[in-house]
Each structure stands twice: as C-alpha cells, then as structure tokens.
C-alpha cells in the first residue's frame, strides 16, 4: 500500500475562489475589450467605405461636367473649375487627361501624389471604368472615365485627403464605450458575489475530500443544493461509509489469521517493530518464541478442510489459554498490563510475543513451559493427537533491532531446537555465525561441483567367501585445488539441506561407474556400490537416468550395486517398487542401507526386490562393547536375510573378531577400516593390481 503522507498531493489548492473570481473577472473584460475593439473597427471600415463611395460620386460627377466641357471647347471654365476646386483643403491634386493619357489640365502636388495619380490614370486608361487608390500616407486617388456619346474621351482624376468625408470613430463611439466599461466595472462584484456563492459547494466538497485524503475520514458532508452538487455530496458520503466498511474488512484479512482469528505474521511484526521503538526512550526487554508443530502438517493432510481448521482453532485455544496462565506464573504480568500477543506465522507455525521479559533464563522458562503445553496430547474427537512441538527463542530488541532480525533469530534457533534434547533453543551469536558459515559452504560447493572438485573414493569390500576384494562403496570425497580433502561429514549435510545432494550424487554415481568399467576393461571386475540420496530417488526419471549412466560408461549392470536408505524406501513402498523395477530387471543390485535403523515394514520388504541388506555400523561397534542387544539384533538380520535370499554386509568393521562373529553367523561381505579406508581410484585400482599377483592380509588391529 502506498504512504498516507503520498495523498498530500491531494489537497485542493489554496485561493479556489479568488482564482475563479479573477479568471471571471478577466474574461469579462477581455470581452469587453474585445467588443469594443471590434465595434471600432467595424466603424473604421464603415467610414472608409463612406469616403469611397461619396468620393467616388463627386469624381464621376467631374468627369461628366469636364467631358461636357471637353465636347463644348470650354476649357477656360474647365480651368476656372479646376483650379477652384483644388484650392480646397481635402483636395491634395487634380488631372484631366484625353484618350491617349496626354495631361488636358491638372493642379499640382506632391510627387508621391503625382506617383499614385499616374498609376490610377493607367489603370483607367487600360479599363476604361473607375478606379481607386490608396496613398501610403492613406491619400485617396479616384479615376473617373470620361465618356460622351457612348466613346471614352478621356480621364478626370482627384486626390483627396485621408480625412475627406470620414467621420472620427472613436469620438463617434465614445459615449457608447463608456457606458460599456461602466457596466464592466459594475458586474465585476456582482461576479465576484456569484462566482464565490456558486462555487461554495465545490469548496465544501474540496474539503471534505482532503479531510478523506490526510486522515482517511471525515463527517458526512451535507449540502441542500438541489443540483449536481448535492447528488455528489451523497455519492461522497456513500463511497465514505463503504470505504471505511473495506478498510475494516482490509484491516482484518491484512492481519488476522482467517482460520484462529489470531494475528497473522504481518501484524506480529508490527508488534514487535513498535516495541523497539519504544525502547530508545524507555529500556525494555521482550521475548519472542517461534514453535513449529512437526507432525502437524501431515496430520492436516489427513483430515478435510473444515475439520483442520477446527483442529487448528484447538491448538491456537490451547497455546492462547497456556500463555495467559505463564503471563501469571512467569511474567507475574496483571489484567491490566500489556499482555502478550499469540500470532499464527506459517503453515504449521505459531509465535508468542511477551514484553517485560528482562532475563534470558526467564525467556527460556517462559518458552519451555508453552512448548509443553503444545507437546501434551490432544484428545480430539476420541484420538490422543501429539503434534512434536519445538521452540526457537530470541530477545528484543538484544538479537534485533527490527522485527524481522528478531524473528529470523528465533527461527534459527528452533532450527537447533530441533535435534536439541529439550527440543528448545535460545538464540545465541554462536548460532548466526554457524547459518553463515553454512550458507558459505554452500556457495563454495557450487562452485565446487562446477569445477568438479568433488571425486569418489572406494572403500574395500571383502568378500568373506574368498577373502578377496571383490567390490567397493563409492563416498564422496571434496578435493579443493590446494589438495585439502574435506570430509562428508561437513559438506553431506549442507548438500542435504540446500538440494545439492541429487548433483551431488549424480557426480558420485557417474565417476564410479566409469571407473569400475575401465577395472573391469582392464581384467579386474570389481563390483562398485553406490549411495542414493532420497532427493535423487524421489526424481520420476530416476531409472532411466541410473540406466543411462551404466550405459554410457560401459558398465555391465550387474556391477553396479545401489544403496538405498531404509527410510526413503519405506517413505512409500508401493512407488518405490514402481522405480526400482526397470533397475532389477536392467540386472542393477538393490541394497538397503542402513538396516535396523528405521521402521521396516516385514511385510512390504519381503516384497521388494532387494538383493543386498547393510547392517548399519552401530551395531557391529556396539559388538566391542559386549551389548547384548545389538548382538541379538545382527543375529536377526542375518537370519532374516537367509529366509530372504539376501546377501548380507556389515558394514563399519574395525577388529577380526567382529569378522569372525558375523562370518560364523552367514554374513557374506564386511567393510571397515579393517581392511582399510576409503582411497582414490589410482589408489584402489593399485589395491586391485597388487590382489591380482598377491593375497591381501587384513592387517591386525593391534
């Protein structure tokens, strides 16, 4: 959403009025000025056309008294005329001229009148019809034909003065303009009185609307004006009521979880965000645990969507109900002092914001005793439910100066409370410096895959049968260029957690299979096992890929041996089958690894087509300690695998009498650093020359 501070560009501008009165006032007398100017030109060519034509009348006139005295020979009272009338003041040059253009009598004048004398006899002359012209000093020259008996004789010319019979048409007109501007000045209030009176309206609802924009209400508006005004104001206030209606209901989906009714993750922060604020001017600790119910998002597949959200609704009951009773016994915090707030933030998250909490020892209790509560059994609908609770703490504003920080804090220490013993974690700087260090590691193996850093080593395995190597495991060693190896143990679990692994694996899997081809290219057949994460096997072209690489190494399948974890296998027996299948019947070995581990299903392996069980290494170390148990529990196994069919190895062997004890018990393969640790291919493939000429002694643990 944008800032409120955004709609100040709303505000209706200062002096709305005053411009409308001035923008009025300015078209009144634009219009005026207008009006009178087109009058007074309208009056000035009207005066000209006055002068033209009365002109005009007085040249043809003398034209037709010359001509007469032309055909009369009179020229004596030609002259007498002439030269009377050029005495006249308005009269400026007079010239009468025969057929041919020759000057009979003409008065004299200026050389620029003579000028345009000339040019209107020629048009004359020429036409044989009047004419006229237009001096620059705005002279009037007339040309009229001489005509007698119907035959052009000659021309009779007369320069008249500008000013000859034209009326002055501003001094005619100026009564009449100045009661045009005393009108304009009289309407001026008068406009402004209506301009101002019309646009109240607008005004008010100019108002109305910057209240709505600085603070986001506003009364309801009312105006009676019976117009288009009033029928806005209404639509105004109705746009308000719905409004203010949306934002309520915006409010509420915006920060209330729809299923508790809790807070959601959006107004848990501003919670924790407005604590820290206020803790720059008053000192203040608060607590701020995180709680992820594990097994709940499985449970919430099994159930319909309207009996999860009220089994969700029980949990948020119970977590709100636990925290009011610890706000009593921990926090000692009164009805009427700052509670804490309960928000669901995840799927199957929840959080417990509580200031007042000073100590980290009673941000611990405080959170132990919550994650207790949602770790007791729900006795729901007539089933016991457990949902495996975890809690991750953080103080406020100590490990955060946002909510954000604080709240990334908390979840980083409920991902150690996870596989911690209290299934609690208050966060430390220890545990920031660890998820950095990760997430390091984990761009350093990115890198690492594409330079193909990472190599598979192989460690022997003996076949007890024949006392000879006679296969391997490929592990994932990572070689960086200044040849430091670093172990599984550091980059196995990042992989796990950053998806890596099925790369990862990948690599692993296609170097071994080449190099078990080129051994057994070179007469040394040795079968090679092989790892498979559950990234990996979860994939729908797993097959075809593994079928794929064996191919493209030259690799006989039978050599190639996959181990596939206990748990991923029984994730979904039904699909594991399904994919395994194509690789059994490629001829692939199927070997299940880390047996006894998990929560095998009797039934479902004895349907899969496994060839190989791993006896996982706890147990054969438990054999040095004299565990009973763990011996009774290999005994099963190798029984098991002999009603089976299947080959059995054991794996994690470090003395010769645990050799002796699962060899006299039917097992068929042992691997361990008995027999040595895991090495290069060179290495290996110099273990397998060396097995090809002499016998290969267990070396004596002592």
Known sequence: MRPIKSLASLRRPKGLAARAVLFTSLLLAVTAAVSAATLLFGAQRES????????????????????????????????????????????????????????????????????????????????QTFQFQRSRDDGLALGAPIVRDGHFV???????????YRFAAFSALAPFLLIIACIGLAAIPLTAYLVRRAIAPLD?????????AERGEAAPIDL???????????????????????????????????????PNQDRFVREIDHFILQTAEKPETGVVAVFELQRLPRLMQTLDNLTAREFLRVVAERLTASVRTVDRTIRLCAATERGATVARIGVAEFAVFAPGVASQADAARFAQHLNAALNQAFDW??????????????????DGRDA????????????????????????????????????????????????????????????????????CEALARWIRPDRTIISPGRFIPVAEESGLIGALSD????????????????????????????????????????LRIVQHAG????????????????????????????????????????????????AALSKLPFDVIKIDQQFIRALERGDPQSAAIVEMILALARTLNMEVVAEGVERREDVDFVAARGCHWVQGFLFGAAVSAPEFGEMLRRQAGEEIEAEDAA
């Open 48 to 127: 000209e056309r006055q002068q033209l034509q009365t002109t005009r009348a007085l040249a043809m006139h003398m034209a037709t008294i010359t001509g007469e005295m032309m055909a009369e020979g009179d020229m004596a009272t030609m002259r007498a005329m002439i030269t009377q009338t050029a005495e006249r003041a308005d009269v400026r040059r007079l010239s009468v001229r025969d057929a041919s253009g020759a000057v009979i009598m003409e008065s004299g004048g200026a050389m620029p009148d003579a000028l345009v004398i000339e040019s209107v006899a020629a048009s004359v002359l020429q036409t």
């Open 154 to 164: 000659g021309v009779a010319l007369i320069m008249w003065d500008g000013s000859a």
């Open 204 to 212: 008010e609802l100019a108002r109305f609307a910057e209240g709505v």
């Open 224 to 262: 009676r004006t019976g117009d288009e005004f009033e029928t806005l104001a209404n639509a105004f206030n109705s746009m308000t009521s719905r409004l203010d209606a949306s934002m309520r209901q915006i409010q509420e989906i915006a920060f209330v979880d729809p299923v508790t009714r809790l």
């Open 381 to 398: 609908r007539g089933h016991k439910l457990t949902l495996g609770a975890c809690c991750g703490v953080a103080m406020a504003p100590r």
């Open 404 to 471: 954000d920080s604080v709240i990334r804090h908390a979840r980083m220490a409920l991902g150690a409370a996870q596989t911690a013993p209290a299934r609690l974690k208050v966060f430390t700087p220890s545990l920031d410096r660890e998820a950095v260090a990760r997430i390091t590691l984990e761009r350093e193996m990115r890198g690492a895959l594409e330079r193909n850093e990472f190599r598979a080593y192989f460690q022997p395995k003996i076949n007890l049968a024949t006392g000879r190597i006679e296969a």
């Open 507 to 546: 690599a692993i899997m296609r170097e071994a299979c080449w190099k078990a081809a080129s051994w057994a290219r070179a007469g040394r057949p040795t079968n090679v096992a092989v790892n498979v994460s559950a990234l990996q096997f979860r994939g729908d072209k797993f097959a075809d890929q593994v």
């Open 555 to 602: 690799l006989a399948p039978s050599q190639l041996e996959l181990e596939i974890t206990e748990s991923v296998v029984m994730e979904d027996p039904d699909r594991a089958l399904h994919v395994i299948r194509p690789l059994k019947e490629a001829g692939v070995r199927l070997a299940i690894d880390d047996f006894g581990c998990g929560h095998s299903s009797l």
